[in-house]
């Protein structure tokens, strides 16, 4: 029995031994391997220190230069997160060279509605940012109009505002605003249906119908309406990420395109032209647009004007403002290194 | 929905009785399929009966691959076929419906040793298999034919999206909503279900429950504040009608009130995936999830049978 | 009961390195590999009287460390294989199920028995690589052959690891006449749900998550493999090879948790 004791023992060394030593081995045969490839393998990635740089926009995670075969930048990485409907969404760029087009881009996570905003991970969507000219714009979007400054004096007379395209659900948002001794008097939002029906009309007579209890649409935006000339602005409704207010009582509809209406009939009032639409987050305000469409609609004069997925505004602009944040990253980046 | 009783070997109900069992389920679809070529088109038919070929013939292959008894012809593969295309848009590529079709048969059903034997409804992973691997295929909703409608998200997927939608109760009921092949005409499902009921082979009790469930889940905490959901549109928009009525297998090894428990929690679990997931619908999961947790039950909820003492091994007999 | 090929660890390695057709035939050699050398080793412990006591901390070390070396060499000698943590935690993880398999499971230890099976194996594991790897990327070897819309990366997920694995097992255990046991299967799938945590709850606490895959996971398995009490599975599917597909199938409901 003793004998079997020493085996036992000799046994266990021997074994740990040769283990420990096929271990080091192991890692420093595999190492040398893994340096080589640092050098020379296309594709690797390196870090860029993006704290290094002054005044980054909080949505860049991360960015990397993409090295070619000579070592040499042949491309970049820039991974961004922007505020989608559901969640965060987190971005996978890659650039080409020059900072000047997509060539690879994929969604890396996202919190959106399935069968609604999750369909920007389709290729349908993606693919029409590959390889076009930088920065994109969404079709039939105006940038957030400025409110013009304080103390513009607003013309007297009615303005009206007409979207071009109807929003997923089939009506088209309108808007006529009075201003009457430089103030807002009268806001009648309404919209209609492909068949020019009015949904103030339809909510009234029980065709259109969002809870059994509870105020109409129509009732709803006379509400809204009131509470924005009381106030003389639009400022105190602070819609959410997803267009709720909780400032007018009965208020539960989504207000984004309310308020969109109301600034636009505003910023003729005041006699300024809209400008040409700017990226979508130019203004880089909390304001979201909603599926609200202005009637001028952006034409940057360079850049690509793309589809946004229907019914998923907000998860389309998302994607939008991911993409010219990594694409306005990369151009500061590579204007400190020339 | 029972599409456990029929099983093979020498007992005193054989496939015969299955066969009579699936095909008054299959009958009872018929309605509703009727519904679907109104509504949809006449793609709705090409997407069934691809279905349905693709199950039969996928049993067929197996079962005389394997060198087991035949059962291919006991409608129960029609039934899932019907069932599985029932899920999906009309807009969906024929070939998912193939790849779902032979996904639900083979691997979830006869990997497992056949009708009886399965664990999950196989029509409901066939779908889930399709939402995992293909999810944006399957999501293009149409408009129903009838409808003034110019937009085709569903009535939950609008409602997930904070619109109420524009669809009257009375167009929910009778089926003119954008949705899923069969899921639309609840009227026209509950035509069916009703022949089920007069032919005994519907569980009212687990359906109703499951039904309620749901409802006073997505009531009380959906909504975005307490008690604010909307229990009418959650009825009537969306699959619940469907599952409740043919898709919850019921269950001959558990107790009456195991039975009652797993339509609980099948309920439970649709009505927090409505609420907090960012899918729109949570029948599919729902069901599938008590269907994984029916093993748990089946240990505290077993049906005693009298005369019998229970052994592990012992194949439960009726 | 004995069986003739490793079953549980290479269910185990199955389902995360069936991906690709590279990865499969690296890590299908080394597994075999693997095998004869911890029966080697065993049996050379038995002959020579080494104690229980010592045959088993010994096999552990030494198929461990084995493991890890060699996957570690493999891995980055094979361009296109990266041998992240991921990968290291799967073959530290196959050594110890394969020295588990030999000092309490059910290993037949005869080396001429087991090479035939883990063939065919082998065999059904590059088959399985090669047509992941075609219904994920389009791709052979890297090499681009086939293009289309229904390509998913879907077809690289551990759920189609879990399925893959239980159907290579299946007609593997129906081409060499092998049965498998329920006892044990749990080592394979649960230390996979661990590394392939089916649920993301807390992105700062990822123990945590650890955690609760393997506790969901198992309860939901248990759950599936007491249901199956009533069925009548084929008996080349019971066992080991059905509670894969079931774990498969599991982890595709769970994806709903988001």
Redesign the interface.
């Known amino acids: 029995m003793k ?3 020493w ?3 000799i ?2 060394v021997i ?2 031994v ?3 030593g ?2 080091l ?3 420093y ?2 190492r ?3 340096k080589e490839t640092e050098q020379s393998v296309a594709g690797e990635q390196k870090e860029i220190d993006i704290n290094s740089f002054g005044n980054v926009d909080p949505a860049i995670q991360s960015a990397y230069r993409i090295l070619d075969e000579q070592g040499n930048a042949g491309g970049y990485k820039v991974v961004t997160k922007t505020k989608g ?2 969640g965060d969404l987190l971005l996978e760029l890659v650039f080409d060279k020059n900072g000047d087009t997509i060539t690879r881009m994929e969604v890396l996570e996202h ?6 905003g ?2 920007i ?4 969507f993606l693919e029409q940012f590959k390889n076009v000219p930088l920065p994109v714009t969404l079709k039939n979007a105006a940038a957030e109009p400025e409110l013009p400054a304080e103390g513009t004096a607003f013309e007297d007379g009615t303005y009206t505002v007409e979207a071009d395209q ?1 929003d ?3 009506y088209r948002n309108t808007m006529k605003l009075t201003i009457t001794d430089g103030k807002m008097t009268e806001i009648i939002w309404d919209a209609l ?3 020019g029906k009015s949904k103030r009309v ?1 909510s009234d007579n029980g ?6 209890s509870g105020p109409t649409w129509k009732e709803q935006a006379e509400a809204l309406a009131a509470a924005v000339i009381e106030n003389q602005s639009t400022d105190f409704l602070s819609p959410d990420d ?3 207010t909780d400032a007018v009582a009965g208020v539960s ?2 207000i984004t395109d309310f308020v969109t209406l109301v600034k636009q009939c505003l910023v003729q009032a005041a006699g300024t032209q809209m400008e040409g639409a700017q990226t979508a987050d130019a203004a880089g305000s909390e304001d979201l647009t909603g599926s609200a469409d202005a009637a001028g609609s952006a034409d940057s004069g360079r850049g690509t004007t793309v589809d946004g997925v229907s ?2 505004t907000i998860s389309s602009r998302a994607v939008i403002e991911g993409i010219d944040k990594g694409y306005t990253f990369i151009k500061n980046y590579l204007g400190t290194l020339s | 929905m029972t599409e456990e009783q029929g099983r093979k070997g020498p007992f005193l109900r054989g496939e015969n009785t299955t066969r009579r069992i699936m095909g008054d389920v299959a009958l009872a679809l018929m309605p509703a399929l009727t519904g679907s070529v109104y509504f949809f088109g006449i793609r709705s038919l090409l997407l069934v009966v691809t279905s349905v070929i693709t199950c039969v013939l996928s049993e067929l292959v197996w079962e005389w691959l394997t060198g087991k008894q035949i059962t291919a012809f006991d409608f129960s593969a029609v039934v899932t076929g019907i069932l599985i295309a029932f899920q999906v848009p009309v807009t969906t590529p024929v070939i998912l419906i193939i790849i779902s079709g032979i996904f639900a048969i083979i691997v979830v059903k006869q990997l497992f040793g056949g009708i009886g034997s399965n664990f999950m409804n196989p029509a409901l992973a066939g779908r889930l298999l399709l939402m995992v691997v293909w999810p944006g295929k399957i999501i293009q909703y149409v408009p129903a034919a009838g409808t003034d409608a110019v937009s085709s998200a569903t009535v939950l997927a609008a409602m997930k999206a904070g619109e109420q939608g524009n669809y009257s109760w009375l167009d929910m009921f009778l089926g003119y909503v954008p949705g899923a092949l069969g899921e639309t005409s609840k009227l026209l499902l509950l035509v069916g279900a009703g022949y089920l009921c007069y032919r005994g082979l519907i569980n009212v009790k687990a359906s109703l429950a499951y039904i309620l469930t749901v409802l006073v889940v997505t009531f009380v905490l959906g909504g975005g504040h307490l008690f604010g959901g909307d229990p009418v549109t959650n009825l009537l928009g969306g699959s619940l009608i469907l599952g409740a009525c043919y898709m919850l297998t019921d269950y001959s090894f558990i107790s009456a009130r195991g039975r009652l428990i797993y339509s609980v929690a099948a309920g439970i679990i649709t009505g927090l995936v409505r609420i907090y997931s960012s899918y729109p619908e949570g029948v599919c999961f729902g069901i599938l999830a008590a269907n994984c947790m029916v093993g748990l039950l089946a240990r505290f909820e077993q049906k005693h049978v009298y005369g019998t003492k229970y052994d592990k091994d012992q194949k439960t007999a009726m | 009961m004995t069986e003739r090929y490793p079953m549980v660890p290479a269910a185990f390695v199955i389902i995360f390195c069936s991906g690709t057709l590279k990865e499969a035939l690296a890590a299908g050699i080394l597994t075999i590999v693997l095998t004869v050398a911890a029966s080697v080793l065993h049996e050379l412990m038995c002959k020579a009287g080494v104690p229980e006591w010592s045959r088993i901390p010994s096999l552990l070390i030494g198929e461990t460390a084995l493991s890890y070396a060699a996957g570690r060499i493999a891995y980055s000698y094979v361009g296109g294989l990266t041998f992240d943590r991921g990968r290291m935690l799967v073959w530290l993880i196959l050594g110890v199920l394969m020295a588990c398999s030999f000092l309490w499971g059910k290993m037949h230890i005869d080396i001429d028995a087991v090479l035939f099976p883990m063939a065919v194996v082998y065999g059904l594991w590059m088959a399985a690589g090669l047509l992941r790897e075609l219904l994920a990327y389009g791709e052979i070897f890297g090499r681009a052959f086939l293009e289309g819309g229904y390509l998913a990366k879907a077809f690289q997920s551990p759920i189609i690891g879990f399925l893959t694995a239980g159907v290579i097992l299946g007609i593997a255990n129906a081409v060499t006449n092998e049965t498998s046991e329920e006892r044990g299967s749990l080592l394979s799938i649960l230390p996979a749900a661990a590394l392939a945590v089916p649920i993301q709850l807390f992105s700062k606490w990822q123990p945590v998550n650890w955690i609760l895959g393997i506790l969901l996971v198992g309860v939901l398995v248990l759950s599936v493999r007491n249901r199956l009490n009533y069925s009548w599975t084929g008996k080349r599917m019971r066992g080991l090879p059905i509670e894969l597909i079931s774990t498969g199938l599991i982890y595709m409901v769970l994806t709903v948790v988001k």
């Open positions: 004998d079997n004791g085996k036992g023992i046994t266990l074994v740990t040769i283990a420990f096929v271990i081995g192991a890692n045969f595999g040398g391997t893994d409907y559901g919190n959106e509605t399935e069968g609604l999750a369909l991970k389709e290729p349908a109807p997923y659900n089939g249906d492909a068949e339809l065709e259109y119908v969002m809870t059994e997803q267009g709720k509809i989504s019914g998923a």
